[in-house]
């Protein structure tokens, strides 16, 4: 039999127990588990983030907004800019965008934004976000620069009338001479656009845009020369310092530099704050394991105290008694480590991702949502899930069976011959 | 004493006391004691309740120290064992019998007896046919596969005694074996020990002076002393060779 053997069978001794213990040892396992995996993902999405945030100064005439129509802010970068920075080592992309406001029902306004059809299409004061979800229609093609056609947003799209069914067929004029206290009117023709796709940001500001083919902007507002702004994208995070003091040297006469440093220390913040609680969330379940551990341990010795006391009036050694409450507690909690996997693998998607979106939800910019939800939760069984679990498991069977372990340890055999 | 009077001893006693702390008093439980037990035969130690009987059986099983005095059991001091030596003692020298059977729940009654020779490094094949065989010569053949909720109270003794005697040991201790069985089962169980007694020393805690009749020599032992009983000194018994 060996005292493993008898270890393992004395779990069935009692099965409502040893049920009702795989509940409270699986349910902190698949608490930890879903921290585990909530950390996972925030590494990935760090890591997503630094390569596609970090990454991307943002160049704007000096002293302006860069909006052509805009009171006061419509000085552009001069078009030989692009050539500039483009010429600057460590520099992977540059794009330029240009940028009108449209006034509509009072006081608020939208954006109209040109840029290259292959573009990311950022979301004005929300430049780090990338492309927002296409929701109707389709995004743009190569075969569109120079077309009249835009990609609207779902708010625009609401103010103007513009259901997602009508998406492809419906048109927006856009009107350059209309004027706002901030707006200045520009003396062009109107222009009617085809809707060829409707997005959503999650963001109300982010939704109220409208993004149409460069070529096609300059010829509706006039704009043959300039550029409103101007992204530039750096090959690696640990090069934006240096590009930005290149940028300085060969263009900070004409632009403001915009280094992404609030970027950087959002995502650092978030992704601390984030890590903090899962590290948390992770130590209190593993406690709360320990700590169930401790109790049936407890209850276990006591009740067995006269078991105890025979054993070792018939010869079972310290290392024996050890041996067989050990491999009791490493057992239960194996078990509820696997249950914990089981409930895991079953509502793990469901149950993190909302623990996800409540957890890092207060400190969530909405814009980044779409980025969030992209990266979807792993409730995979991975190799390192199953040594993580595995572990845990011998590490809460042996710290919280320590105690009991000793105290069925200093027994002495007299327990044996005391009769109730 | 001569060669062969210590070699047929296997439990001596030397001025052996044990007191307890009750409070600011001291109860002395046994109070210098001196006993010698010979080789082979059946024991039995009475006396009226709280008397100290027990307390003598734990120290000659080396279950409990002795406040002053020396207790030596085949040739071994007991009071002074490491825990290693102690635990080696309790698999190959003493056996012992409960009065509450104490037969581990979840084990068959074959596993029960088996488990004692397990400790001791007997082989698995080899422990399963001497349990075997041990519980067929006490009329337990047919109980082999039982859990001890499945016996009676005598079934379960009779088990307990196979698992007392399964190292063959030099030594058997029983307190009260029947307090909890009828007399009916109460006198198979003597019989049992009795036939246990022709190869070893077995030592019973006993109430009962009919039973304590079967036994080869009585300890009488009052406020934990040795009196003088009927039947108290050595009786020659018919085993010895
Ligand atoms: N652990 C202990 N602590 C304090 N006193 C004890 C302890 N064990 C025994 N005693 C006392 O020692 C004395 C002898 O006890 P013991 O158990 O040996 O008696 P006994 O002859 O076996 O009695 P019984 O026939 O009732 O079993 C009693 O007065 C008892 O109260
Ligand atoms: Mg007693």
Known sequence: ???????????????????????????????????????????????????????????????????????????????????????????RQAEPYLLAMAP?????????????????????????????????GRDFMPEDAGQDVAIIGQGYAEWAGIRPEDVGKATLTIDPTRTHPAIFGM???????????????????????????????????????????????VDNVENVPVVAQRLQEAVGDVADILVPESAAVFTATTSQRVTQLTSVGGILA?????????????????????EIGTLKAIGASNGGVTTQFLTEAVA????????????????????????????IGPFLPSHYRPLFESLAINSNLSASTLALVIAVAVLAAVIGSAYGVWQAVKLSPLEAMKHE | MNKLLIDNLVVELRSVSKSYRKGSETVDAVAGIELTIQERGMVAIVGPSGSGKSTLLHMIGAMDRPTRGEVLVAGQAVNRLSSGELTRFRRQTVGFVFQTFNLIPNLTALENVALPMEFNGVSASERSVRAKTLLERFQLGHRLKHRPRELSGGEMQRVAIARAVANQPR???????????????????????????????????????????????????????????????HKVVSVTP
């Open chain 1, 187 to 233: 003396d062009r023709p109107t222009r009617e656009l085809r809707i060829i796709g409707m997005y959503a940001s999650g963001y109300i500001f982010g939704d109220l845009q409208l993004f149409m083919p460069v070529e096609t902007f300059r010829s509706i507002y006039g704009i043959d020369q300039g550029i409103s702004w101007l992204f530039v994208n």
């Open chain 2, 171 to 233: 030594l058997v201790l029983a307190d009260e074996p029947t307090g909890n069985l009828d007399s009916r089962s109460g006198q198979i169980i003597y019989e049992l020990l009795q036939e246990v007694s022709r190869e070893r020393t077995v030592i019973v805690v006993t109430h009962s002076e009919e039973l304590a009749r079967l036994a080869d020599r009585v300890i009488h032992i009052r406020d934990g002393h040795l009196v003088d009983g009927p039947n108290s000194g």
């Open chain 1, 332 to 359: 239960l909690t194996l078990l509820g480590g696997a249950l914990g996997l089981l409930l895991f693998r079953g509502i793990g998607e469901i149950v993190t991702g909302r623990l996800f979106a409540l957890s």
């Open chain 1, 1 to 91: 039999m060996g005292m493993i053997i008898l270890g393992l069978r004395n779990l069935l001794r009692n099965k409502v127990r040893l049920v009702l213990v795989a509940i409270l040892i699986g349910v902190p396992f698949f608490l930890l588990l879903a921290m585990y995996s909530i950390g996972d993902a925030m590494q990935r999405q760090t890591t997503v983030l630094n390569e596609n945030v970090n990454t991307v100064l943002q160049l704007r005439g000096r002293g302006s907004m860069g909006h052509v129509n805009m009171v006061g802010q419509d000085r552009l970068l001069p078009q030989d800019t692009l050539e500039k920075v483009r010429g600057i080592e460590h520099v």
């Open chain 1, 104 to 136: 509509i029902t009072p006081p608020n306004f939208v954006m109209h934004v040109g840029l290259a059809p292959g573009a990311v299409k950022r979301l004005e004061s929300h430049g780090e976000a990338g492309n927002p979800r296409i929701i109707a």
């Open chain 1, 286 to 306: 593993v406690a709360l394991m320990v700590i169930v551990v401790f109790f049936v341990l407890l209850m276990i010795v006591r009740e067995r105290a006269r």
